[in-house]
């Protein structure tokens, strides 16, 4: 059975860091590309970053592109969100996800092409 589980949440001032680590098992690991998506109360769910099956390839989203870096470690079968210079704007639930490739390096941006999910891990920042 797969399970995702997220921790690394909390409540942070604006400027400040954190970062999120998801633990994957019962996959392959080496086998899924990985990413991070956020829902902030009342809006959509949003993605934040991407890493490829072979963590060659990361894509992040504009409004955090050059602050949050993504990481992938297929040892330990963990997937990292390093997040600096926090925004009150990246308040949210942040949720991981995994993606089954099974060879290439590809990666996805679109959260309905994920097929498993953690349940999610708070941060707040405040400014």
């Known amino acids: 059975q797969v399970q995702l589980v997220e921790t690394g949440g909390g409540l942070v001032q604006a400027g400040g860091s954190l970062r999120l680590s998801c633990a994957a098992s019962?996959?392959?690991?080496?086998?899924?590309?990985m990413g991070w998506f956020r829902q902030a109360p009342e809006k959509e769910r949003e993605f934040v970053a991407t890493?490829?099956?072979?963590?060659?390839?990361?894509r992040y989203a504009d409004s955090v592109e050059g602050r949050f870096s993504i990481s992938k470690d297929d040892a330990k079968t963990t997937v990292d969100l390093q997040m600096n210079s926090l925004k009150p704007e990246d308040t949210g639930v942040y949720y991981c996800?995994?993606?089954?490739?099974?060879?290439?390096?590809?990666?996805?941006?679109?959260?309905?092409?994920?097929?498993?999910w953690g349940q999610g891990t708070q941060v707040t920042v405040s400014s």
């Open positions: 019962g996959v392959s690991f080496d086998r899924y590309g």
């Open positions: 890493i490829s099956m072979r963590g060659t390839i990361v």
């Open positions: 996800a995994s993606r089954y490739y099974g060879q290439g390096d590809h990666y996805t941006t679109a959260d309905y092409e994920y097929d498993y």
